[in-house]
């Protein structure tokens, strides 16, 4: 009886298996963050961003660039280096119903991924387009490109840089080896940032119609596919997870 | 870690486990397959897409199936191939039509003030549904590919029609004929607008007058047929679970 007792008492104290709390908090920041962030760009797209030798461009848009910079660095340093110094150093010996919780948090952190994603690749990389058909560039930092180029994309690159050392030091499904297309769905939309090197190169050299299907713009195309890397991790979790169920779904 | 160790308490517990694994995981496809099929889509065939004044008969028909039976393709291979899931097809055009309304909206006309019936993206559920029957009345990949891909490309311009249509008609403005869409084209001048109207029916089919379309759909639907097969393996390669010591 006692200890029956005390095992429903742990029961009560275990920590759930799907926190559910914490995914609808994490989504709602990305929701919230991206409808102010759209907001602004309301705003101060038209009344501040047409001009880029302007004052009020300067303190609207080069300043909102700089502390965004500043922010992403911090994060990206805080949040990654949390995750690599509270790893779990015996990871193989964790129990079946951890290995699970810790599956369904690292799900929570794809759902992150998922968002991310969503915004940078799509939300604002074709706003980008109806923005620079309607306002003719006079700078590689246009309102849209601050916010496309280099708030979503670093934005998608630390979500999944975190789901990544997640599943790393907290999963053993990860601990035989680098997961190939974790890697591919999570550089390959990285490598899209340093390709806004080339894409800024060649936007300046040639004074370019403002073709979305431009050649220029391939090496975004090309590292999009990366996304499908996703196809990847669905397969090797759908493996770990039908292995720590399957005894209880037979 | 002790494999007589069950992860769950109870057969429930392990549906209910299974159940909100299904849900999360379609979540998470559905947007990051969103993404990437989004900047594909919009940066190969973007600017048919985004403007009716693009919408002509000839290379928006050819080229919109081409770079769109892509991801489709690539998504079938994994839903049906590792999962009998008849709906990857489906699922990621329904992903693509979801980033490209809600751009369109917010973004196109919410931004930049271009009115949304100038700006509606291509329609492309029918040729998705016809791809994931295909596969799942026929368990082929190479039918899939052959007919499918065929029919992806020819349904395109009738699964557009309804919408399109009424800006096809011909009309009359300061002494040139144009269709309506070139109208719109006319008054909502953009940044990449040259100055002229794009005469797109080149050579002799504009003399086959009628043709112009159909003849369009059935090139894209062959080349479709050829970009499955060539996607279909990238989703396979995309989809592998290796895992290597070193990058």
């Known amino acids: 009886m006692a200890a029956t007792t005390e095992s429903v008492k742990a029961d009560a104290a275990e920590a759930p298996l799907l926190n559910v709390k ?70 193989m010996s964790i129990t079946p119903r951890e290995e699970l919780r810790r599956h369904f948090t690292h799900w929570t952190w794809l759902v992150m991924y998922g968002w991310a994603i969503y915004f940078g690749a799509s939300y604002f990389t074709e706003q980008d387009g109806t923005w620079h058909q309607t306002i003719v560039r006079d700078t590689d930092f246009t309102p849209s490109h601050v916010i496309e180029f280099y708030l979503s994309y670093p934005i998608y690159i630390i979500t999944g840089g975190a789901a990544w050392f997640y599943a790393k030091t907290r999963l053993p499904t ?25 894409n800024e190169w060649g936007h300046t050299f040639w004074f370019m119609e403002e073709l979305f299907v431009a050649p220029l713009h391939y090496g975004f195309v090309f590292f999009g596919w990366a996304a499908l890397g996703a196809l990847g991790i669905l397969n090797i979790e759908c493996t770990a997870i039908a292995k720590l169920l399957k005894k209880d779904l037979a | ?147 499918g891909g065929l029919a992806f490309g020819l349904i395109f311009y009738p699964g557009n029609w309804p919408v399109i249509a009424p800006l096809h008609v011909p009309v009359e403005y300061n002494g040139m004929v144009m269709t309506l869409a070139d109208l719109q084209g006319y008054h909502y001048v953009r940044t990449g607008t040259p100055e002229y109207i794009r005469m797109v029916e080149k050579g002799t089919l504009r003399t086959f007058g009628k043709d112009v379309a159909p003849v369009s759909a059935f090139f894209s639907g062959f080349v479709s047929i050829l970009i499955y097969f060539l996607w279909h393996f990238f989703g396979k390669w995309f989809g592998s679970m290796a895992f290597v010591k070193a990058v």
């Open chain 1, 22 to 91: 914490n995914m609808i908090l994490g989504s709602l920041v990305y929701l919230v963050f991206y409808a102010w962030v759209r907001w602004y760009e309301g705003v101060y797209g038209w009344s501040a961003g047409l001009d880029s030798f302007a004052p009020e461009f300067e303190t609207y848009w080069m300043n909102f660039l700089y502390i965004e910079i500043v922010m992403e660095v911090l994060t990206a340093s805080v949040l990654w280096g949390y995750i690599w110094k509270t790893r779990d150093r015996k990871v």
């Open chain 1, 174 to 198: 990860y601990n035989e080896g680098i997961p190939l297309q974790y890697m591919v769905a999570v550089v390959g939309p990285f490598m899209i940032l340093p390709n806004v090197g080339l």
């Open chain 2, 1 to 147: 870690m002790s494999a007589s160790q069950s992860a769950v308490r109870s057969r429930a517990e392990a549906v209910k486990v299974s159940r909100t694994f299904d849900y999360m995981i379609v979540f998470v496809l559905f947007f990051i397959i969103l993404g990437g099929y989004h900047i594909h889509y919009m940066l190969t065939g973007g600017d048919w897409d985004f403007w009716t004044d693009w919408k002509d008969r000839r290379l928006w028909v050819t080229v919109a199936p081409i770079v769109a039976i892509t991801f489709p393709a690539a998504v079938q291979s994994q839903l049906w191939w590792k999962y009998k899931l008849p709906f990857g097809a489906v699922l990621a055009v329904l992903g693509l039509l979801f980033g490209e309304w809600v751009n369109r909206y917010f973004n196109f006309w919410g931004w930049t003030y271009f009115p949304v019936n100038f700006v509606f993206p291509s329609q492309l559920v029918p040729g998705a549904i016809l791809l994931d029957v295909i596969l799942l009345l026929s368990n082929s990949m190479t039918l899939t590919a052959v007919a």
